[in-house]
């Protein structure tokens, strides 16, 4: 016989966890009483999440430690053989702006699917104890495919880079063609391969769903993978303003 | 009935899921430990030839022959390569940190145990690709582990410049990368699965290291990783991030506009706080055996849980003080030398405190003890020589001389290692169940104290009188060859020292399998590993929840029943 004590909460307060020890954090036993043998999924979705935060700083230091090459390059005389004189050697990128933008626009588009796809699988993971009742049924669940929409948004953001690159050879600008396109590629490549990671993810989190892994650990996955994917937009954001306006 | 946030509560069974890809934190902490085990016997074989090489320059050596200038320099490359990283940065973080943040805590195990899992393996991946280096055509890179550009950006600059560098970058990326996902295990397992009464501020000071060396590490190797990708890129791709308009050998190189700057400043902007990874968690089990085996508190537990975290958050602030000799403007210099002087007042503090912890105590010097002494000896030795470096005006002559040699061995080469051996004399009885050899402990310590301090102390001496770093020989230099005797007794003493390592090493393996057996809490100590089964079960604590009611160092306090008070003894006991 399923007992349902305590739903599982959709938005999970954030406790007074570690710190100065005011509710310090009590694991086994589950948090919120519930039955035997249930995981504390809420427990585990927090510590994901600030896994995710804390090695998002890793990735920021990254972009940190670039931004301040790419910063000091570009104001960095060197000298001209010809000339022995020191002279800034900064050529700003011819850079395919029109299909930038575009790129933006679907990598927004693909955090908003995301996004949508957190939600829906909160939902999803919310209700699964009602499920479990017999005799109660929540319907077909005939939701959009937005985990899917996202992984296919991805990929014609990664798709439309390739292009820009591209763009940007045949308007000569090579990987050492100078330092600002240097800069750019490894950039836009770094960014690229960070996103390319969180594609995996979600195809793994797609594989996982026809596995029937439980749906609050499903949940858990697809919630952390789209934190990551906002951060990625936003770091996204980051660098097009720089080799924009930092040009 | 677990019903815990951790995936696994079962014991994995198989040789493969126990042994080889295990997800049990103690299983990986032994992995870190031996793989750092077999490294710093590769790095000491590193180390004794370029010993035996600097005084005796044309010995023919058995299986390596006669050993070239550029040899030399591969030699010293490796070694510090392999000692910094895979030695230094992997045992007592990834070794003991691994084995025993979890169970100090209260935990049954790492937050993320599969990312764990592949940290090591990682690592392990990153050792076996270095360690490929010396296999491959042109052998292994001699830029030395700063690896400064252009002469290791350039692949025609030297032997061992190519492939052999590339494997070197690789490696350190791999290991960056293994790093980061340690890092991140380590601070959110710290943050989010502490027990029931374990405030921060009970915490051990082992784990207080273990934690902020993580966060160092997290802020840390992500640059390091970032400059070797420019480097692989500068490298293979032809761009021109760190080098400038160079000729070599009468050909002009391709490159035009970069800066050897860039590098030196994204490598020590990581080099120093890497430093501190290394000597935070022997400062943490200095603190931890100096209390117990003093049967006293540790003296200003809250000045060194701020000290810990001053000093990591200075080792940011310094980086510079790598670089005097870059042609820095003085004001700059001015700046940094600032800074780091500034990172002496929080190492004092330690230094008092652990005087002052082992003042008045009713000290039982049993070999972890004896290392732990040792440690801070070592510490003040080879700490005294950092503020000489660090001002400016000193550094132009002492840069690039065996007086720096000198500075970070005997903090890095020898106070770190005495804070692994410290741990590993301390720790044993908990993970093995058997005690090592008492006498033979004692033994290996004070030929290894003295020898250690036979080879270091006198690098001080050379440096002020002129010797340069990384030069494969000096018989061509005539105002060293006075010098030459002094540096004969030190690579004797080295030869003395790394020998007596096998004492050890013989009574690490012989105690394991028929060492006497041990008690759960041999050393009546108070943390929570002391609590539970020896070696501790699969979830640390047997299914029981431990719960906290007292510090990590109640030690002989006055009205309770015995000298210490176990962080889970009940609160009623008398506590500070």
């Known amino acids: ?247 | 009935m677990a019903t815990t946030a951790t995936i696994h509560s079962h014991a994995p069974q198989g040789f493969i899921r126990k042994y080889i890809f295990s997800l049990d934190h103690k299983v990986i902490g032994l992995q870190y430990y031996f793989l750092a085990l077999v490294a710093v016997f590769v790095g000491m074989f590193l180390s004794l030839l370029m010993r035996i090489h600097m005084v005796w320059p044309t010995a023919v050596l058995p299986l390596v022959g006669e050993i070239k200038p550029e040899t030399y320099l591969s030699l010293l490359t490796m070694h510090g390569t392999i000692m910094v990283f895979f030695v230094l940065t992997t045992a007592p973080q990834g070794g003991f940190g691994n084995y025993f943040l979890p169970i100090q805590i209260g935990a049954p195990d790492m937050a993320f145990p599969v990312l764990n899992m592949l940290s090591f393996w990682t690592t392990f991946v990153a050792f076996v690709v270095i360690l490929a280096a010396f296999f491959v055509t042109g052998g292994a890179p001699l830029h030395g582990w700063t690896g400064y550009a252009p002469l290791s950006a350039l692949t025609n600059s030297g032997p061992g410049e190519q492939l052999g560098a590339d494997l070197w970058i690789t490696s350190i990326a791999i290991f960056c990368i293994a790093s980061l996902m340690g890092a991140l295990n380590f601070i959110t397992t710290t943050l989010d699965l502490r027990a029931k009464g374990m405030t921060m501020m009970r915490m051990p000071l082992t784990v207080w290291a273990w934690f902020i060396t993580a966060i160092l590490g997290l802020l840390a190797f992500g640059v390091l990783l970032s400059a070797g990708i420019l480097l692989l890129l500068d490298r293979n791709l032809g761009t021109s991030f760190y080098v400038p308009l160079v000729v070599v050998n009468g050909q002009v190189m391709g490159h035009k506009g970069g800066s050897p700057l860039l590098w030196q400043h994204l490598f020590w902007f990581f080099g120093h706080p890497e430093v501190y990874i290394a000597i935070l968690p022997g400062m943490g089990v200095a603190s931890q055996l100096l209390s117990t085996f003093s049967r006293k508190p540790i003296f200003g537990y809250k000045a060194m849980v701020y000290a810990i975290m001053a000093i990591g958050f200075l080792g940011f602030m310094v980086w510079g003080h790598h670089m005097f000799m870059s042609g820095m403007s003085p004001y700059t210099a001015f700046a940094f030398s600032l800074m780091t002087m500034a990172i002496g007042v929080p190492s004092a503090i330690k230094t008092f405190n652990w005087l002052g912890t082992i003042h008045g105590g009713r000290v039982r010097f049993q070999t972890p003890m004896l290392y732990a002494i040792g440690f801070v000896s070592l510490f003040v030795s080879g700490g005294l020589s950092g503020p000489f470096l660090a001002q400016p005006v000193l550094d132009i002559p002492l840069h690039d001389t065996a007086f720096v040699v000198g500075h970070f061995h005997l903090i890095m080469g020898v106070a770190a290692i005495f804070g692994m051996f410290a741990g590993t004399y301390y720790w044993f009885p908990k993970m093995f169940g058997r005690m090592m050899n008492e006498t033979w402990g004692r033994v290996h310590f004070f030929i290894t104290l003295v020898g250690t301090y036979s080879i270091f102390m006198p690098m001080h001496y050379l440096g002020m009188a002129g010797q340069p770093r990384r030069y494969s020989q000096f018989t061509e230099l005539a105002y060293l060859q006075q010098l030459m005797p002094l540096n004969r007794f030190i690579t004797y003493a080295a030869i003395v020292t790394i020998s007596a390592q096998v004492i050890f090493v013989i009574n690490l393996f012989w105690s394991m399998f028929k060492g006497p057996k041990a008690s759960d809490n041999p050393w009546e100590s108070t943390t929570l590993e002391w609590t539970t089964a020896t070696p501790p079960p699969h979830d640390n604590f047997g299914g029981r929840t431990p719960v906290v009611n007292h510090g990590p160092y109640e030690y002989s306090v006055p009205g309770a029943p015995r000298d210490y008070v176990m962080q889970t003894d009940p609160a009623t006991v008398a506590s500070h």
């Open chain 1, 1 to 247: 016989m399923a007992t349902f004590s305590s739903p599982v909460s959709i938005d999970v307060p954030s406790t007074g966890q570690g710190g100065g020890g005011v509710r310090p954090p009590a694991y086994g036993g589950g948090g919120d009483g519930r039955g035997d043998g249930f995981p504390d999924y809420g427990q585990r979705l927090r510590r994901v999440r600030l896994g995710l935060a804390i090695g998002l700083t890793s990735v920021t230091m990254i972009f940190v430690s670039l931004t301040s090459a790419y910063v000091v390059r570009r104001g960095l005389p060197t000298l001209d053989e010809r000339t022995n004189a020191y002279v800034r050697d900064w050529i700003p990128v011819d850079l395919p702006i029109a299909l930038l933008l575009v790129n933006t626009a679907l990598l927004l588009a693909s955090s908003v699917t995301a996004e949508l796809a957190r939600r829906q699988i909160t939902r999803q993971a919310a209700l699964a104890p009602v499920r479990s009742i017999p005799g109660v049924s929540l319907g077909e669940d005939k939701g959009f495919p937005w985990l899917a929409t996202t992984v296919v948004l991805g990929g014609a953001f990664l798709t439309g880079q390739w292009m820009a690159w591209h763009e940007l050879a045949d308007r000569g600008f090579y990987m050492a063609t100078s330092a600002s396109s240097s800069f750019v590629y490894l950039l836009t490549a770094t960014h690229a391969v960070h996103l390319m990671g969180g594609i995996l993810v979600l195809l793994y989190a797609a594989a996982v769903s026809l596995l029937n892994r439980p749906v609050e650990a499903r949940r858990i996955v697809v919630d952390v993978t789209a934190w990551y994917w906002h951060f990625m937009f936003l770091l996204w954001l980051y660098i097009f303003g720089l080799v924009w306006f930092v040009r």
